[in-house]
């Protein structure tokens, strides 16, 4: 019988110094790391053993925000799913 793992990863990063580089750079760099990261076998508490027969490593797109007016007319609400960040100084005329 096989167990299929579904995992999400989020992953921020920050330049500490140097030149910028491009998010499709750093994105290619993730990706290989989490790609060799198969660790081909793995063992269980009681003795069983498993080989890993599939490591597959996906970028999914982020999520567009939505807008929607704020309650006093005078901010808007930027939507991501499972949270909302009030966007102060924003009105109603641009």
């Known amino acids: 019988m096989a167990n299929r793992f579904v ?3 989020n992953v921020t990063c920050e330049r500490q110094q140097g030149k910028f580089a491009g998010r499709e750079e ?3 760099q993730i990706q290989e790391a989490l790609e060799g990261a198969d660790p081909g ?9 498993y080989e890993t027969t599939e490591w597959m490593v996906e ?3 982020q ?5 929607k007016q704020g309650r006093r007319g005078n901010a808007d609400v930027i939507q991501f799913p499972g949270n909302e960040v009030p966007v102060v100084g924003v009105d109603e005329e641009g």
Not at 41 to 49: I, K, M, P, R, V
Not at 63 to 67: E, I
């Open 59 to 61: 970028e999914m797109e």
């Open 26 to 28: 750093l994105a290619a």
């Open 41 to 49: 076998s793995l063992s269980g508490d009681n003795g069983g053993e």
């Open 7 to 9: 995992f999400q990863i």
């Open 63 to 67: 999520p567009k925000p939505q807008r």
